[in-house]
């Protein structure tokens, strides 16, 4: 079954309907815009419990150009909302890999269907390796932990009012160095995420993005 009916228990976190178009803009910590990532539901396939997303990406700086483009994929199984974590690999990290052979190991985060305030919901990892010419270069990793259903809020963005859950988690980045941030993120029901905030370990934004269109 191809299209965009779901599957009977399925509570997804994205848009449902095949041609959706979402862009998110991206400011730092000055309200100054960053870039902007234009994502388009490509395909969306339902059989028995599980349905498939998968959603081209085109990230663009803040001039408009384009830096890169791929797809994502995210799931519904069984009342679970999965999104692949090689989402969070962002799209100037991919670009700088292109030259290289890569290999990656990725966990999911789950998005539940019933998910409350005060919940406890599941981390990941993803790992990346690194090589060029059978030369081994560097390894990479991302882990999320600490995930946690804050609230249950209404967030107002140029696309919309949206009814979010709130969402807390610590993302851990370690490759040649090390960083740790705290993120923010509100996810929406058929929707998506709405906002996302980044912080450093001293608790100062960084960096957010914001839903600007849905169609």
């Not at 692949?84 to 990725?106: G, H, P, R």
Request: some cysteine; glycine content about 6%; proline content about 1%.
């Amino acid at each position: 079954m191809v299209g965009h009916v779901m599957a009977q228990d399925c509570v997804p976190y994205f848009a449902v309907k095949k041609g959706s178009v979402r862009e998110m803009t991206s400011y730092n910590s000055k309200d100054k815009v960053t870039g902007t990532v234009t994502q388009t539901v490509k395909e969306i396939t339902t059989s028995g419990d599980t349905t498939k997303w998968t959603v081209g990406v085109v990230s663009r700086d803040k001039k408009g150009k384009e830096v890169f483009s791929r797809d994502m994929h995210m799931s519904c199984v069984k009342g679970i909302f999965s999104v692949d974590m090689k989402n969070l690999i962002n799209d100037k990290t991919m670009e700088s890999f292109k030259d290289m052979k890569v290999n990656m190991n990725a966990s999911e985060l789950d998005y539940p269907s019933n998910m409350k305030a005060g919940q406890t919901l599941n981390g990941g990892t993803i790992t990346i390796n690194l090589s060029n010419s059978g030369v081994h270069m560097m390894d990479m990793s991302i882990t999320v932990s600490n995930r946690k259903v804050e609230a249950l809020e209404n967030i107002t963005t140029p696309a919309g009012t949206f009814k979010c859950y709130k969402i807390s988690s610590t993302i851990k980045t370690k490759s040649m160095i090390s960083i740790t941030i705290k993120n923010i993120e509100w996810m929406a029901k058929d929707v998506g995420v709405v906002r996302s905030e980044n912080y450093n370990k001293k608790g100062k934004l960084t960096s957010y993005s914001v839903l600007t269109s849905f169609k």
